[in-house]
Structures are given as C-alpha cells and as structure tokens.
C-alpha cells in the first residue's frame, strides 16, 4: 500500500466532509454533524482561517484526514489542538493513521508548540493506548464542559 | 461594591499575569506557568491575536479577568474555548465572575459561535455546580489528552 500525506486544499473539502460523518457515525453520534462542504470551504480558506488539515491520498483517492488549528494555554503559550484524525474503515492498519498524526506533530515542533492537545472518548481503547504509547498523557482530573448553542441562547435572552 | 467590565489591553497583561499565577495556585499547579507578560502582549495583540480577554476592574485595580479565544467543532463549526476565568480571592462572591461569564457568552452569541467549551477540574464542585446552573454541560464520557513539549520533542526526534 503506497499513499502520500500532503496538506489539505479546497478541494479535498468534499472528501474531508465525507470523513467526518464516518468518524461521527464510529462514535455513535452521526447526527450531531452540522456543518458542510461549504463550511469547510468558508472557514478554512478564507482570509483568517479557522483551522488547517492534513490529507492522506493513495491513488488520487483521500483515505484518512487530519483538522487542527491553533489555541492558547494560560500556563504554556502557543499550542496545537488536534481536533479530528479518520483514517477510512477499509485503511485502517496500514500506517496512515500513524503518518497522519506524525504529520501533525511534526507541524506543531516545527512551530514551537509548547503541547499538542485533544479529546478522546473514554471507550476507545485503542485510540487511548495508542496516544499513551506515543508519549501523550490521559488527564484524570480534567473534564470538559460545553453550553451548546440552544443552552447559550437561553442564557443570553434571561440576562 | 462597584466594578465594570471591558475588554483587556496591553497594559492590563501585568495584571491579567498575576490572576492567571493566583489561578495556577489554586489549582495546586503554580510552577505550571512558564508564560510571561511579555508573552501575553506579544500573542494578544499582534496582527493575528491568539486570544482576547475581558478583565473587571474596580476603582481603577484590575480584580478579574477571562481569556478566550476561537476554536472550530467539525460538527458544529465556530466554537468559543473560554481558557480562563479568575476572580482574584478576596473579590469573590460579589458578582464578578458572572459578570465576566456573562461578558464572554455574550461575545459568543453576538459572533454566532455554535457552542462555548472549557475544562474544568472534576474536584471544583463549586464550579461544576455553577456551570450547571447556567445550562452548561459536563461531558461524562470524554477525556483530555496531552502531549506535552518534551514527549512531543521525544517523538519527532525518533521519527
């Protein structure tokens, strides 16, 4: 198996789009997916963009996509949040999830990253020995908190 | 007891510095922060800020501040991540973290952001409790991973 990992243009857009929904439907919350194909295009193209990606293609073909984009921790400065790694089901074990995420790692060293930083969900096993083995650390005592959009619209009309 | 509230400038970073140690140290984790003022103004207010901050400020003394910035969901697109949120300890309990809070959720209606997300220790009850209370929610099932600039170092350099 032969593929490349190059950097993401519009064009793949429709590709990366098709990814997310896959790795959406993995983590059993297909329909929690809003955005679009013209989203992707809008926000990661545009004059300041939200976010970069990284594609992984074997013959013409985008197999496996990783999004990320910048944030800022208080303690450390500049870091790397990996949002998104899908590598499609069928080429899976072969290398291209590993190439992906070298790619990305690579891009925030070269940068000065002081951390690279994500979220996984705590059935994944896999991905959680994986990150593990890799040199990253689970946080124990972290947990996420989100106000969606609805919550946040009630908050905002009470005040 | 008589505050406002505002968006922070350079010349609050001295201030905005010294919350975010007394914020580091309540949390049990001082010598986690290697970022200085200088850094704040540098990453806050270069052509491409990396983050914005609202600070509160009473009779001329900044007592709170939050720093926040712009993330980006594949299922929901644009994200607030509020990194920060400090009421320095003898000017809790008065209605400046809320205001501040409220400053930040605002700012994310107003852009339209699809959800506002942030970290929060599992033993700040107190936190957790308020966060709740305004519709937020805590994430049962997701886990924060980092790789931190050594590990990071580590693994690129034996690729």
Known sequence: MSFIVRKGEKEDMKNVMRLIKELAAFEKLPNEVEISEADLIKD????????????AEENHEIIGATLFYERYSTWKGRVIHL??????????????????YTAILKYAYDMGAKRVVWD?????????????STGANVLEDWQVVHMREDAL??????K
């Open 44 to 55: 990661g193209f545009s004059e300041h963009p939200k976010f970069m990606t990284f594609v």
């Open 83 to 100: 949002e998104d790694l899908i590598v499609t089901e069928q080429k899976r074990g072969f290398g291209v999830g590993m190439a992906l």
């Open 120 to 132: 996984v969900l705590d059935w994944n096993q896999n991905a959680i020995d994986f990150y593990k």
């Open 153 to 158: 619209k009630k908050f905002i009309e009470t």
